[in-house]
Structure formats: structure tokens, C-alpha cells
């Protein structure tokens, strides 16, 4: 039902832990759907990300598209980073099946909202960045089975 | 993969060799109809019916009681469906639990559809229904009350005997959902006053795609299959017989055995559950601990999800499943976990193991051996473990 790299994002997950002191943290999701992601991200006095931490709690991909997320946004500037969206994840992961999608969602939404904090900590304003949804699965339609 | 440990017996067992071997001859040699006049048609109507007649035999029913059908969920969708359609003219309320399979609460839903009213009785917090509630829902025109034996997840059972004796006290007809109890649990239809049981052949080591339903004399149900005369014209269609006989095999060599095989297994799942609640903490065991299925195992374990625990022991070799949403294709956890008042996100984290006759205890150590590292490696994972544990330090 998963590609290999969602399978290997999920069995070796990359940085996952916590940055104390991180410059801006973001946690998205709700645990009644069963997915909840935290980004920690450390960024420079030049708007280098320089690194990026996750923990999550939730199926497969969602592990694996907090991971992926995390290695995309390593590195990046902060406008680099807000073109990290979620069908970039999904495409570096080979796809996921449709009922996950959403867990792409997540994790761009949870780059989102670290940003957002790091924007409010530091008082500024980063273009193009709209506050995150607290939650995005509200809005999501339940699905019948 | 090397090694594989199977603890989902609950969702299908293997077929076992002998009642392959059984079954075999009806493919080929004997494949005769057993609609044939000619000798080698009547010799697999003979087959069908000693299979019939030993099957009634396991619930002290008469042959002419029991319905060979495809499997559980047409034996469910049968007795709610056509005991509505010949019993609406008496009333169109009909009694079921908030707990049963979706072959039950999905085909009440359709019948609440067609105009009749359905009762989704609660159950308690280790999920049994409270007599009480049933009481209390019982009205003048409610035809039917379906509660079934023994619940799929959690594993508890239903005190049937009682609901029986209510049923027939105000002239209502009982139907149980037998597909997890039968060969696990001994039952006697006469005893508990059902008169409709639903059973799937390929829980107890049958093959998939055949079940039974039995009915009681002087019901008035009609077909769900039109067609031919064959289950004397209730269940039309050519008879599964190589299915039907494999039926009759596996429930013959689960009852030959019933008592040591579930005193075993009982015993396999206790030190189970003992393992677990001993060396894992934060954890909750669902379902009752005594009335329950001798091979059903269920726990929640806080601050992490069913679907990431499956993958990871699926990749130690070890079969079982959850009660997620993420393993159920929907968003919601399982109905059975919210009836029995788990917050959804307890209920996320749920771990269902069902053990077989197969199962040892090097086995079981091997999957809490695992399943310790596992759970260990996903809350260090958990923003949500992180959180507990922030909080609990202050």
C-alpha cells in the first residue's frame, strides 16, 4: 500500500527529536483523527533554516511525510521553505495512497505553523505566509466507509 | 519473510490439511449436483446432507434449521432483512447494539432506511450490553432484537441466555451474530432461546465464502436468494458443496477439541495479558476480562497510533490488527472502542492480537518482546508522549 520511500522514511526517520530553544515550533493536526505533527526549526540570522526537527504521532505516513518534509526544508530559506508544499512531500515520497493525502497536508501545514511562530517570536512579517490552521482535518470531510 | 507469527485469527484462520483433504474430492471426482436424480448426484445431496445435519448437531438444532448461505454477512443480512419484511405487519421496531459488525449495523441502517426504527443499545465500559437498556427499549411493536455472541474487537461476551429469555417473554424474535463464538464458545439454541444464529466458516479453520444460518422451525422468513428449490427454497443457487463439506470438517475437528483448545488458548492469552500490562506501561486492556473470547486479546496504548504499531510488528513477522482509523479507511476509530467510552485518541492507539490453536508461548514472548521496543520507539516519536512527560516533571 506504500512506496518504498514512504516505507524507508517511516522505518528510518529522519530527525526526529526536538531543538531546544528552537527558533519557531509548529504543532498541526488533532489526536481525535489520529495525526498530530510537531516541526521544531532552527533558522540563522539570515533566514538559513539550518535545522529542522520533528515528532509525531499518527499512521505511517504521517511519520513518513514529517520526515520527508523535514529533509526538504534543511537548509532552505524561509521563502525556499514555504514553497515546500504538500504535493512536493508526496512527490519526493513516490506517491501515497489516497486516503493519506492528507498527511501531506499536515506536514506542509506544520512547516506553516513553525514559520508562524518563528514570524511572532522575532515580530516580523514573512511574505506570503498566511496563519496556519490550527487543524486542518475540521475542514475535511469525514468519509463514510 | 523467515518467521511469521499469525495473532489475527479473529479476522481468518487457515484452512487445515484435513479439511482441505475433505473438501478435495467435491472439486473433481464427486462433483455432481446435488439437484441430479441420477446416483452420482444424490451421493453429493447425501454429503450435503450429513454436513447439515452434523452442523445442527454442534447447536442442538435440527437439520431442517440450518441454512448453508455464503458466509456471515449474508447470514446477517438474511435474518435482519427478511425478518422485517415478514414481521412488519406486527410492528417495525427492531433492537441491536451499538458493538455489532457492520454486516449487522450496516443492514439496520437500511432497514431504518425502508421505515423501520432501529435501537442502537450502548454498552458498558468493558462492552456488555446492559439487560436493563433492553428492557427498556422493548416496545409494542419491536419484532426483533439482534446482539451478537461474542464481539469481534474486544471480545466480550454477550449475556445471550438472559436476552433469549426476555425475547421470548414478550414474544420477540432473537437473532445473535454467532461468527466469533461458535466453535469458542459451546452453544445450545434450545438453552439460550435464539432462534436465529449467524455462522462464517472461515473463523474455525473453513474455508472462506460459506457460513450458515440457522432458523427456527415455524419462522415465517422469507428467501433473500430467489431462484431454485435448493435450501428448500429459502437460499437458491447451486449449494457450495465442497465449501459446505469443509464447514462440516473444520467444525467438526474445532468441537472435537473445544475444551482443552480454549482452555489452552485462555490460558496463552492471560499470560498475555499479563506480559503486557506487567511491562508496558500506560496501557488499557478493552473488553471484559472475564467474559471474554479465549483468544482475544485487545489493548489501547496511550500516545501512539495502531497503524505505525501494525507496519513495525508486520516487519518483525508478526500478523495482528487495530482498531485505528487509519486501518479502517475512514477517519473515525473503531465504533466499538468509542461505545465502550475510549477517547478517540486512546482508540487510535489500539492493538487487537487473536490467537490460534498454532500459537505457543515462545511466540507470545516474542511479540511483547517486540512490542515493548516498539511502543518505546514510537512515543519517543509522540509530540504527544513528549507532552505527558513535560507535564508530569513539573
Known amino acids: 500500500m506504500y512506496s518504498e520511500k514512504v516505507m524507508d522514511h517511516f522505518q528510518n526517520p529522519r530527525n526526529v527529536g526536538e531543538i531546544e530553544n528552537a527558533s519557531g515550533v509548529g504543532t498541526v493536526g488533532n489526536a481525535k483523527c489520529g495525526d498530530i505533527m510537531r516541526m521544531y526549526l532552527d533558522i540563522d540570522d539570515n533566514g538559513v533554516i539550518r535545522d529542522c526537527k520533528f515528532k509525531t504521532f499518527g499512521c505511517g505516513a504521517a511519520v513518513a511525510t514529517s520526515s520527508m518534509a523535514t529533509e526538504l526544508v534543511k537548509g532552505k530559506t524561509i521563502q525556499e521553505a514555504l514553497q515546500v508544499t504538500n504535493k512536493a512531500v508526496m512527490e519526493a515520497l513516490d506517491g501515497l495512497p489516497p486516503v493519506k493525502v492528507h498527511c501531506s497536508l499536515l506536514a506542509e501545514e506544520a512547516i506553516h505553523a513553525a514559520l508562524w511562530d518563528y514570524a511572532e517570536k522575532n515580530g516580523i512579517t514573512i511574505e506570503g505566509l498566511e496563519k496556519p490552521k490550527a487543524d486542518i482535518n475540521e475542514e475535511e470531510e469525514h468519509e463514510q466507509y | ?394
Not at chain 2, 464481539?151 to 466469533?180: C, M, R, W, Y
Not at chain 2, 422468513?221 to 447451486?238: C, F, M, N, V, W
Open chain 2, 1 to 394: 519473510m523467515e518467521k511469521q507469527i499469525y495473532l489475527d485469527h479473529a479476522a481468518t484462520t487457515a484452512v487445515s490439511p484435513q479439511v482441505l483433504s475433505a473438501m478435495l474430492p467435491y472439486f473433481t471426482e464427486q462433483f455432481g449436483n446435488a439437484g441430479g436424480i441420477y446416483g452420482f448426484g444424490q451421493k453429493s445431496k447425501q454429503a450435503l446432507e450429513d454436513a447439515r445435519g452434523y452442523i445442527a448437531s454442534t447447536i442442538g438444532a435440527k437439520a431442517e434449521e440450518i441454512y448453508f448461505t455464503a458466509g456471515g454477512t449474508e447470514s446477517d443480512n438474511w435474518a435482519l432483512k427478511a425478518t422485517a419484511t415478514a414481521y412488519q405487519k406486527k410492528g417495525k421496531h427492531i433492537i441491536t447494539t451499538k458493538i455489532e459488525h457492520h454486516a449487522i449495523l450496516h443492514t439496520a441502517q437500511y432497514l431504518e432506511k425502508q421505515g423501520f426504527e432501529v435501537t442502537y443499545l450502548d454498552v458498558d465500559e468493558s462492552g456488555i450490553v446492559r439487560l436493563d437498556d433492553l428492557k427498556n427499549a422493548i416496545r409494542e411493536d419491536t419484532i426483533l432484537i439482534s446482539v451478537m455472541f461474542a464481539n469481534n474487537e474486544i471480545g466480550s461476551i454477550q449475556p445471550i441466555a438472559e436476552i433469549g429469555k426476555i425475547a421470548h417473554e414478550k414474544g420477540i424474535l432473537f437473532h445473535t451474530d454467532a461468527v466469533q463464538a461458535y466453535t469458542q464458545i459451546p452453544i445450545s439454541v434450545d438453552e439460550l432461546q435464539v432462534d436465529m444464529l449467524s455462522v462464517s466458516a472461515h473463523k474455525f479453520n473453513g474455508p472462506k465464502g460459506v457460513g450458515f444460518l440457522y432458523i427456527r422451525k415455524g419462522l415465517k422468513l422469507q428467501s433473500l436468494i430467489h431462484g431454485g428449490q435448493q435450501e428448500r427454497g429459502r437460499r437458491a443457487g447451486t449449494e457450495n458443496i465442497p465449501g459446505i463439506i469443509g464447514m462440516a470438517e473444520a467444525s467438526r475437528l474445532a468441537h472435537a477439541d473445544l475444551l482443552e483448545r480454549t482452555k489452552m488458548e485462555s490460558e496463552l492469552r492471560d499470560y498475555l495479558i499479563g506480559r503486557i500490562e506487567n511491562e508496558i506501561p500506560y496501557c488499557r486492556l478493552n473488553g471484559d476480562r472475564e467474559k471474554r473470547l479465549p483468544n482475544n486479546v485487545n489493548f489501547s496504548f496511550r500516545f501512539i497510533e495502531g497503524e505505525s504499531m501494525l507496519i513495525m510488528l508486520d516487519m518483525k513477522g508478526i500478523c495482528a490488527s487495530s482498531g485505528s482509523a487509519c486501518t479502517s479507511g475512514s477517519l473515525d476509530p473503531s465504533h466499538v472502542l468509542l461505545a465502550i467510552g475510549l477517547p478517540h485518541e486512546i482508540a487510535h492507539g489500539s492493538l487487537r492480537l487473536t490467537l490460534g490453536r498454532e500459537n505457543t508461548k515462545e511466540e507470545i514472548d516474542y511479540v511483547v518482546d517486540e512490542l515493548k521496543k516498539i511502543i518505546e520507539r514510537l512515543r519517543n516519536m509522540s509530540p504527544l508522549y513528549e507532552d505527558f512527560v513535560k507535564q508530569q516533571s513539573v
